[in-house]
């Protein structure tokens, strides 16, 4: 939330979901995890780039305060992704355990084609 409790949508929405699956509103099944490791700060470090590179319209989008905390954060995360123990699980959840291909060949090939599409997908770290 922007100017709220949170610097990152994904933290606001996981707690707004939260109480849905609490309440057994949903049923997801865990079908994938993948754990981000150094790889990870590359695109941390690439958003860092694009941030300082856009920095006067992110200021005049949200304003100073932000921007000083979002970039602070970058480089905090960043460093403790390079030097540090810190790591990100992607967990992928699906209603149907068999809606998935049992490998992540269909990721690769669904980035292929956006590729195809958009080019090198600007701000993407491969």
């Not at 981000?36 to 958003?47: C, D, F, N």
């Not at 304003?63 to 123990?85: K, Q, V």
Request: glycine share 10%.
């Amino acid at each position: 939330m922007i100017g709220g409790k949170f610097v990152l949508a994904a933290a606001a929405f996981a707690l707004a979901a939260t109480p849905a699956l609490a309440d057994g509103q949903y049923d997801p099944g865990a079908s994938d995890t993948e754990m981000w490791r150094l790889h990870y700060a590359k695109t941390l470090r690439a958003w860092y780039a694009n941030c300082m590179a856009h920095r006067d319209e992110i200021v005049a989008m949200y304003d100073e305060r932000f921007f000083r905390m979002w970039t602070f954060y970058l480089a905090g995360a960043t460093s403790s992704f390079e030097n540090g123990g810190m790591c990100n699980y992607q967990i992928q959840y699906c209603r149907d355990r068999r809606a998935l291909p049992l490998t992540r060949r269909y990721v690769g090939e669904a980035e292929g084609a956006l590729r195809g599409r958009w080019g090198n997908l600007s701000g993407r770290v491969s």
